[in-house]
């Protein structure tokens, strides 16, 4: 590692120990999304009214329900058929996964473009997740999906302190260095002040590690799968991985070379958009 993003890095990780950094917090909506969900009996038009005051989130919802992937006989139209359809807690952790873009915003066009990617990167990664999870295993594919939007969340306070810092920002390799290193401890970080569950808060920390054998599958082994099949075709280091041998594919029974698996998943890439 070059020196620059060797001394961001200590830099960072001191703040991180002694709680220096500040650290974004959840959107109002998504706290409010969350404190509606916790009630046992909340009813579908409570819920649509608390997802409904922010209108940009409604339209996501309602576009989700449409897609491919969930499309029933006839079209969704308003928010409260989308839940009705969904269901609360899935349309809970669904609505708080996609609120997160709000926090994807910063002041530097350089910042921003980097913001759109990394927040881009996590839709695909979330539509590919819920589909594996729906097809391919017993667990909650809202919540597979929720993994993948937050898999790179520890990104966003690297990016906000490389805002202040303009040596790294106009050093994209000490950047990206910083980046790599850090966003999954950053991640476990930002998920476990946002009280995520258990099984989610430890995944932006763990997805990384290719060797990693959960003694069944996991949200982490999705959002893994995911992340591969995602960098595939790219320059990134992972699209090399050969995939076969990995613990995460092979838990999940997926032949990652079938054009029926490849056909379905392409279409999930877009789910969330």
């Known amino acids: 590692m070059n020196k620059l993003a060797d001394k961001v890095q200590q830099a960072l990780v001191k703040a991180i120990d002694n709680d220096d950094l500040v ?3 959840l959107p109002e909506v998504a706290l409010n999304i969350r404190q509606a969900a916790e009630n046992p009996d909340i009813s579908i038009s409570h819920l649509s009214k608390v997802i409904g005051r922010d209108t940009a989130l409604s339209a996501r919802l309602i576009k989700v329900v449409n897609s491919p992937l969930l499309r ?3 079209e969704v139209t308003n928010l409260h058929t989308a839940i009705t359809r969904l269901g609360t807690n899935y349309s809970s952790n669904l609505a708080i996964g996609l609120v997160m873009e709000q926090i994807f915003h910063a002041r530097s066009e350089v910042v921003e473009q980097k913001m759109r990617d990394v927040w881009r990167r996590s839709l695909e990664v979330a539509g590919v997740s819920y589909a594996l999870c729906r097809s391919h295993s017993q667990l909650k594919p809202d919540q597979a999906a929720l993994g993948g939007l937050v898999h790179q969340i520890g990104v966003l306070p690297i990016l906000t ?3 202040d810092h303009y040596q790294l920002l106009s050093d994209p390799v000490s950047l990206n260095h910083v980046i790599d290193s850090i966003h999954p401890l950053l991640g476990d970080k930002l998920l476990s002040v946002w009280d ?3 099984m989610l808060a430890k995944l932006p920390g763990q997805y990384l590690n290719l060797e990693r054998d959960s003694a ?3 949200y982490i082994d999705i959002v893994q799968a995911a992340v591969l099949y995602c960098h595939r075709g790219t320059d990134h280091p992972l699209a090399d991985v050969p995939v076969a041998d990995i613990p995460s594919i092979i838990k ?3 032949d990652p070379n079938s054009e029926t698996l490849r056909a379905q998943l392409d279409e999930a ?3 969330f958009y």
């Open 23 to 25: 650290l974004p917090t």
């Open 72 to 74: 029933a006989t006839q």
């Open 161 to 163: 302190y490389a805002e």
């Open 196 to 198: 995520f569950p258990e």
């Open 216 to 218: 069944r599958l996991d």
């Open 252 to 254: 999940l029974r997926i």
């Open 269 to 271: 890439r877009s789910m």
